[in-house]
């Protein structure tokens, strides 16, 4: 063997070698999951998408085998911490625990630097807690009926307090305010703590706010609850009727809590977290769990999810064009 032949066939073994380590990360990749997960809120921790995630969170990583780590991003309902995940490599060892704030923010926010659609994949629903309209023990009305024909009565004088302007118990406001034809005079605060010490106080007449802070307070009797606007109602509150079911119809406003993937994550991924958090939240356990902060499981595929979030941003954008909020 000459020289040339010696070097062409060093050449070709060198060759071999480079396309045998090549393909190896293909052939030798881990099979999902190797490594801890991580889930990102996008609030602040004790709120009710990061209870939901930290209860979530430990029935996940018993199914899955590793670690599902809870990290909190909060800022701009939510936004913060959906952008960073929509950004994310899609390996599926990023997730996003998010809520109807994702189908809002869409058209409350001007300024945002990702498409919450178009960049974000639904897994799986987890939750939904239901908004509720609660009156001071003062407000002579004892169901929504009631209350509808006093605000029509005292026009442009009763007030709602709620959690923020854009919030999603400010829009529920504004939609049941849409549908019946009433003029309410809308009170907001920097969350549903102030709001309700105000409504208990007797400083504004009703709320709309989630049933999970304001369930303590319907409990003890310092507020009054006329109706749930889900479209339909709470297994916590049974004996509590819908706005539809008091003639109110078209209102269908509560704050579900689901997971959300960057778009780039492989579909088997996608379906087997979907498999291993619809068991979950099919479990009584969970449901147990859920009850006990006012809410209730939700289950679908991430095609049903990823119809219901669609949906809403067309909703809530009727919804927010017509209050005219709007944040930076």
Same mark, same amino acid.
């Given at each position: 063997?000459?020289?040339?032949?010696?070097?062409?066939?060093?050449?070709?073994?060198?060759?071999?070698?480079?396309?045998?380590?090549?393909?190896?990360?293909?052939?030798?990749?881990?099979?999902?999951?190797?490594?801890?997960?991580?889930?990102?809120?996008?609030?602040?921790?004790?709120?009710?998408?990061?209870?939901?995630?930290?209860?979530?969170?430990?029935?996940?990583?018993?199914?899955?085998?590793?670690?599902?780590?809870?990290?909190?991003?909060?800022? #701009?309902?939510?936004?913060?911490?959906?952008?960073?995940?929509?950004?994310?490599?899609?390996?599926?060892?990023?997730?996003?625990?998010?809520?109807?704030?994702? #189908?809002?923010?869409?058209?409350?926010?001007?300024?945002?630097?990702?498409?919450?659609?178009?960049?974000?994949?639904?897994?799986?629903?987890?939750?939904?807690?239901?908004?509720?309209?609660?009156?001071?023990?003062?407000?002579? #009305?004892?169901?929504?009926?009631?209350?509808?024909?006093?605000?029509?009565?005292?026009?442009?004088?009763?007030?709602?307090?709620?959690?923020?302007?854009?919030?999603?118990?400010?829009?529920?406001?504004?939609?049941?305010?849409?549908?019946?034809?009433?003029?309410?005079?809308?009170?907001?605060?920097?969350?549903?703590?102030?709001?309700?010490?105000?409504?208990?106080?007797?400083?504004?007449?009703?709320?709309?706010?989630?049933?999970?802070?304001?369930?303590?307070?319907?409990?003890?009797?310092?507020?009054?609850?006329?109706?749930?606007?889900?479209?339909?109602?709470?297994?916590?509150?049974?004996?509590?009727?819908?706005?539809?079911?008091?003639?109110?119809?078209?209102?269908?406003?509560?704050?579900?809590?689901?997971?959300?993937?960057?778009?780039?994550?492989?579909?088997?991924?996608?379906?087997?977290?979907?498999?291993?958090?619809?068991?979950?939240?099919?479990?009584?356990?969970?449901?147990?769990?859920?009850?006990?902060?006012?809410?209730?499981?939700?289950?679908?595929?991430?095609?049903?999810?990823?119809?219901?979030?669609?949906?809403?941003?067309?909703?809530?954008?009727?919804?927010?064009?017509?209050?005219?909020?709007?944040?930076?």
């Amino acid at each position: 063997m000459n020289a040339a032949q010696r070097c062409t066939s060093a050449s070709l073994a060198a060759c071999g070698l480079a396309l045998a380590s090549f393909s190896l990360p293909a052939s030798a990749q881990p099979a999902w999951p190797a490594k801890p997960i991580r889930m990102v809120v996008g609030f602040a921790p004790g709120g009710n998408v990061d209870i939901t995630a930290r209860a979530l969170g430990p029935a996940l990583t018993e199914a899955l085998g590793q670690p599902v780590l809870i990290e909190n991003r909060a800022g #701009a309902g939510g936004s913060v911490g959906a952008e960073m995940v929509s950004k994310s490599i899609g390996d599926g060892y990023t997730l996003l625990m998010g809520s109807s704030s994702l #189908a809002v923010n869409v058209s409350l926010y001007t300024n945002l630097n990702f498409d919450a659609v178009k960049d974000l994949v639904p897994v799986a629903p987890v939750s939904v807690v239901p908004i509720v309209l609660t009156v001071h023990p003062s407000v002579p #009305a004892k169901n929504a009926a009631e209350f509808i024909a006093l605000a029509k009565q005292r026009k442009g004088t009763i007030t709602y307090a709620s959690a923020g302007t854009g919030t999603s118990n400010h829009l529920a406001g504004e939609l049941t305010r849409s549908v019946a034809g009433i003029d309410l005079i809308h009170v907001p605060y920097k969350g549903s703590g102030a709001a309700l010490g105000d409504l208990i106080g007797g400083q504004v007449d009703s709320m709309f706010d989630q049933l999970t802070s304001s369930l303590p307070f319907i409990r003890s009797g310092k507020i009054r609850i006329l109706a749930v606007t889900s479209a339909k109602r709470s297994s916590i509150l049974p004996d509590v009727p819908t706005l539809a079911e008091q003639g109110v119809k078209g209102v269908d406003a509560s704050t579900w809590v689901g997971v959300f993937a960057p778009a780039s994550t492989p579909r088997d991924i996608v379906n087997r977290l979907n498999a291993s958090i619809q068991k979950i939240t099919r479990s009584s356990a969970f449901r147990e769990r859920l009850a006990a902060l006012g809410a209730d499981a939700l289950e679908g595929s991430p095609e049903q999810f990823g119809q219901l979030y669609r949906e809403e941003v067309v909703k809530w954008a009727k919804i927010v064009k017509s209050s005219g909020a709007k944040a930076e």
